[in-house]
C-alpha cells in the first residue's frame, strides 16, 4: 500500500493549468534560436576573415574587429542560456517538482533537476561567461601592447580574482552534492517508487 502511494505521488500531475504553464517554459527555449543563429552566422563571418588574412587582403587588426564582435555575441547567448537555465529548472525544483509531463519529454539538462544541481549548472554557466569575458580582455591586451594602449592592471586583477572565486564555488557545489549526506546524483539515479524495505 505504501508503495503504491509513493509511486502516485512521483508520477506527473494531470492538471491542465499545471501542463500548459511546463509547456510554456519549456518551449520558451525556443527564444534561445535566434542567439545560436547569429552566432553560426559569424562562424562564416570569422571563417571569411580568416582567410582573407592568410592571402593578405585584410590587416590582423580588422580581423581582430570581428573576433571581438563574436566574442561578444558569444557572451550575451551564454548569458541568455543561463537566465532561461535558472528560470526553467527553478519552476521544477520550487514550483512544479513531479512536474505534468514526462521527464523524458524535457531537455536533457532538466532531466534529473535539483537545487544542488541547479546551483552547479548556474556555477558552471558563470565561469564560462567569466572566461569568454576574460579572452576579451586579453585580447584587448595584446592588441594594447602592439599599440601603445593603456592596460589597466588592477581592473584585470580584480577580474581574475572574481573568475577565481566562481572556480572555488562551483567545486565547493560539486564536493557537496558528492557528499555521502546530500547526493542527489543518488538520488537521481534510484526509480521513483521502487524503495527496498526490510518489511513485507
Given amino acids: 500500500m505504501a508503495d503504491t502511494q509513493t509511486t502516485s505521488t512521483n508520477q506527473p500531475t494531470s492538471d491542465p493549468f499545471d501542463q500548459w504553464c511546463e509547456t510554456v517554459m519549456l518551449k520558451s527555449r525556443y527564444l534561445l534560436v535566434p542567439f545560436l543563429f547569429a552566432l553560426a552566422v559569424f562562424i562564416v563571418r570569422v571563417g571569411w576573415d580568416f582567410f582573407k588574412v592568410a592571402l593578405g587582403m585584410?590587416?590582423?587588426?580588422?580581423?581582430?574587429?570581428?573576433?571581438?564582435?563574436?566574442?561578444?555575441?558569444?557572451?550575451?547567448?551564454?548569458?541568455?542560456n543561463l537566465i532561461w537555465l535558472i528560470a526553467a529548472g527553478s519552476y521544477y525544483v520550487f514550483v512544479a517538482s513531479n512536474g505534468a509531463l514526462s521527464p523524458h519529454e524535457r531537455p536533457k539538462c532538466l532531466q534529473h533537476v535539483s537545487t544542488g544541481l541547479l546551483k552547479e549548472k548556474m556555477a558552471g554557466s558563470l565561469i564560462g561567461v567569466s572566461?569568454?569575458?576574460?579572452?576579451?580582455?586579453?585580447?584587448?591586451?595584446?592588441?594594447?601592447?602592439?599599440?601603445?594602449?593603456?592596460?589597466?592592471?588592477?581592473?584585470?586583477?580584480?577580474?581574475?580574482?572574481?573568475?577565481v572565486t566562481f572556480l572555488v564555488g562551483l567545486m565547493i557545489f560539486s564536493v557537496s552534492n558528492n557528499s555521502p549526506h546530500h547526493n542527489h546524483r543518488d538520488e537521481e539515479k534510484e526509480p521513483h517508487g521502487q524503495k527496498t524495505t526490510d518489511h513485507p
Fill in 131 to 163: 572566461s569568454v569575458h576574460l579572452l576579451k580582455l586579453f585580447l584587448d591586451i595584446s592588441e594594447g601592447m602592439h599599440n601603445g594602449k593603456h592596460i589597466d592592471w588592477s581592473s584585470l586583477g580584480g577580474l581574475l580574482a572574481i573568475h
Fill in 58 to 80: 585584410m590587416e590582423m587588426e580588422e580581423a581582430m574587429h570581428t573576433t571581438m564582435m563574436a566574442l561578444t555575441l558569444l557572451d550575451i547567448t551564454m548569458i541568455a
